[in-house]
C-alpha cells in the first residue's frame, strides 16, 4: 500500500485495479459507468464523483483515502504523532474510552462553531 502514496489518484486507480487483475470494462461495468469514462479517470482528464468514487473504492476493496490522499496528507500533526503510537500499544477498551473522549471533544467543538 505504501507505494499507492507516491502516485497520483489516475495513476493508482489504474495500479490498483490492474493489481486485481481487473479489465478497464469489468471495472467500468462493476462500478456502473461506461468505460470511456473510466479511460478518461485514468487518464487524468475527467474526476469521479463522491458517489462513483465510493463505488470505486467499493469494488477495489480500499478506502477513498488510499485512492484520493497522499501519505503525509491524512495523517496527525508531529506533535501528536507520538501519542497516536502510545495508544496503539493500549487495551481495546483503554483505545475505546480515548476515542469516546475524542469524539466528545470534536462534537463540542462543532456545536461551539455552528452556535457562534
Known amino acids: 500500500m505504501e507505494l499507492y502514496f507516491l502516485m497520483d489518484f489516475p495513476k493508482r486507480l489504474v495500479?490498483?485495479?490492474?493489481?486485481r487483475n481487473i479489465t478497464q470494462l469489468a471495472f467500468a461495468d462493476a462500478i456502473g459507468i461506461h468505460v470511456?469514462?473510466?479511460?478518461?479517470?485514468e487518464a487524468g482528464t475527467s474526476q469521479?464523483?463522491?458517489d462513483v468514487l465510493r463505488r470505486i473504492a467499493r469494488v477495489l476493496r480500499v478506502s477513498?483515502?488510499?485512492?484520493?490522499?497522499?501519505?503525509?496528507?491524512?495523517?496527525?500533526?508531529a506533535e501528536f504523532k507520538p501519542h497516536?503510537?502510545?495508544?496503539?500499544?493500549?487495551?481495546?477498551?483503554?483505545?475505546?474510552?480515548?476515542?469516546d473522549v475524542l469524539e466528545g471533544l470534536l462534537l463540542k467543538h462543532d456545536a461551539k462553531r455552528w452556535a457562534g
Open 64 to 77: 477513498a483515502d488510499i485512492l484520493l490522499f497522499d501519505k503525509d496528507e491524512r495523517s496527525p500533526d
Open 48 to 50: 469521479p464523483t463522491l
Open 36 to 41: 470511456t469514462q473510466l479511460r478518461r479517470y
Open 84 to 99: 497516536f503510537e502510545a495508544i496503539s500499544k493500549l487495551s481495546e477498551h483503554e483505545r475505546q474510552v480515548i476515542k
Open 15 to 19: 495500479a490498483l485495479r490492474k493489481e
